[in-house]
């Protein structure tokens, strides 16, 4: 176990709709990563949290936003979904944000978009 | 595009047989880290190795960094059905820069 704690699992929803993936990081990590894992896009980084504010920013489309909250919990808002956004959903956890931090992955989110 | 760039894309060998895969980079690093996942599963961090190292070692896992070739490798030896995985190569600029991972390689390890 990381740690790390996603939610939801699953999740299955129609084309336009928009959803919220939520991210508990391991208790005293300050950094948050998502990324998006789709089988013909290999890993792919979406965008990086530290202390509640946006450090890095990967190719995260326009229809996707985050956020981390105070508590630093994360949030993944992804809307007007396409069935192109089906893939898995990881989140990240380091305890800084520098390029020598160990990530500790969630489980992940596995997005359906029919 | 990627920083790292791991080779092979798949690999398939008998269970005891050794197995290594190579990742090359592009840009300057502070470190290189190794990850692991399981299919549909979050990765799991094996071994990092800083830009100042050469060869790292933890249980079956030998890494080896060439800074001057840009690349690294990752050796398992004797290895067994539970090494299946994808193994992810992560490079570190330093600083507040983010880790970058690589395109993966699939090892299939059979009994």
């Known amino acids: 176990d990381s740690g790390v704690t996603q939610t939801p699992k699953h999740l299955i929803t129609a084309t336009g709709q928009r959803v919220t993936l939520r991210c508990s990081p391991r208790?005293?990590?300050?950094?948050v990563y998502w990324y998006q894992q789709s089988l013909d896009q290999g890993l792919q980084f979406l965008i990086q949290?530290?202390?509640?504010?946006?450090?890095a920013k990967g190719n995260i489309l326009e229809r996707f936003s985050a956020q981390q909250f105070p508590d630093l919990h994360s949030e993944l808002n992804l809307s007007s979904l396409e069935l192109g956004d089906s893939a898995l959903y990881f989140c990240?956890?380091?305890?800084?944000?520098?390029?020598?931090?160990?990530?500790?992955f969630g489980a992940g989110t596995r997005l359906s978009v029919l | 595009s990627q920083q790292g760039e791991e080779d092979p894309q798949a690999l398939s060998i008998q269970e005891g047989e050794n197995a290594t895969m190579n990742c090359s980079y592009k840009?300057?690093?502070?470190?290189l880290q190794w990850y692991r996942q399981n299919s549909g599963r979050g990765l799991v961090h094996l071994i990092l190795i800083r830009s100042n190292e050469r060869e790292k070692h933890s249980g079956r896992l030998r890494v080896t960094l060439d800074t001057s070739k840009k690349s690294s490798s990752l050796l398992i030896t004797a290895s067994r059905a539970a090494d299946t995985a994808s193994y992810f190569c992560?490079?570190?600029?330093?600083?507040?820069?983010?880790?970058?991972f690589g395109t993966g390689t699939k090892l299939q390890v059979i009994p």
């Open positions: 949290y530290y202390n509640g504010e946006e450090r």
């Open positions: 992560a490079t570190g600029p330093g600083g507040y820069q983010k880790v970058t």
């Open positions: 840009t300057s690093i502070n470190n």
């Open positions: 208790s005293g990590d300050l950094s």
């Open positions: 990240a956890s380091s305890a800084r944000g520098g390029g020598e931090n160990i990530q500790y």
